[in-house]
T-cell receptor
Framework: NAGVTQTPKFRILKIGQSMTLQCAQDMNHNYMYWYRQDPGMGLKLIYYSVGAGITDKGEVPNGYNVSRSTTEDFPLRLELAAPSQTSVYFC???????????FGEGSRLTVL | AQSVAQPEDQVNVAEGNPLTVKCTYSVSGNPYLFWYVQYPNRGLQFLLKYITGDNLVKGSYGFEAEFNKSQTSFHLKKPSALVSDSALYFCAVRPRTGANNLFFGTGTRLTVIP
């Protein structure tokens, strides 16, 4: 059981470039989330989805986009990368509103 | 505004001693409460949660947490710390109604000294 798989693990981007962080889960979870983790700041929610075809903004959505065409996949798109988007990104999934979240290993992104 | 506070950035404890990692929250209603642990270069792992019922919740690896409604606190505890417990601990809360978000504290780094 792979759980939540994120790719790539590391990436360096130049300012203005675009990229997609991939996230896939094999637990048939309806809820999926993208967080960013900055030092001393905890985790901030970027976007989330409660099921295929449904997405919604979190606390810090600017500069990002998501889609949820299948239950398994929840890619995060960065358009026009900026240094402020340098962070560690975590994807997570959960089976219910009261259940625990399962996190991927993270994707470390640096924008230079 | 919804918020979660972990007042201590760092907690040091000797191996074998009891440990406490503090968490207080300001969230409307009676939220669901969670603790997660993060080891270096890894994602967060679930430790325990409080949904309803007994105020003392037991979780993974011998950890427990006590919910105190009047103090809006959810402190993480363990009777006897292990060196392997050294990690970053996050408290998180989810409102029972409204936005489907999990609000995280800023984390507390626990170091258990041999």
């Amino acid at each position: 059981n792979a759980g939540v798989t994120q790719t790539p693990k590391f990436r360096i981007l130049k300012i203005g470039q675009s990229m997609t962080l991939q996230c896939a889960q094999d637990m048939n979870h309806n809820y999926m989330y993208w967080y960013r983790q900055d030092p001393g700041m905890g985790l901030k929610l970027i976007y989330y989805s409660v099921g295929a075809g449904i997405t919604d903004k979190g606390e810090v959505p600017n500069g990002y986009n998501v889609s949820r065409s299948t239950t398994e996949d929840f890619p995060l798109r960065l358009e026009l990368a900026a240094p402020s988007q340098t962070s560690v990104y975590f994807c997570a999934s959960g089976g219910s509103n009261t259940g625990e979240l399962f996190f991927g290993e993270g994707s470390r992104l640096t924008v230079l | 505004a919804q918020s979660v506070a972990q007042p201590e950035d760092q907690v040091n404890v000797a191996e074998g001693n009891p440990l406490t990692v503090k968490c207080t929250y300001s969230v409307s209603g009676n939220p669901y409460l969670f603790w997660y642990v993060q080891y270096p270069n890894r994602g967060l792992q679930f430790l325990l949660k409080y949904i309803t019922g007994d105020n003392l919740v037991k979780g993974s690896y011998g950890f427990e947490a006590e919910f105190n409604k009047s103090q809006t606190s959810f402190h993480l505890k363990k009777p006897s710390a292990l060196v392997s417990d050294s990690a970053l601990y996050f408290c998180a809360v989810r409102p029972r109604t409204g936005a489907n978000n999990l609000f995280f504290g800023t984390g507390t780094r626990l170091t258990v000294i041999p």
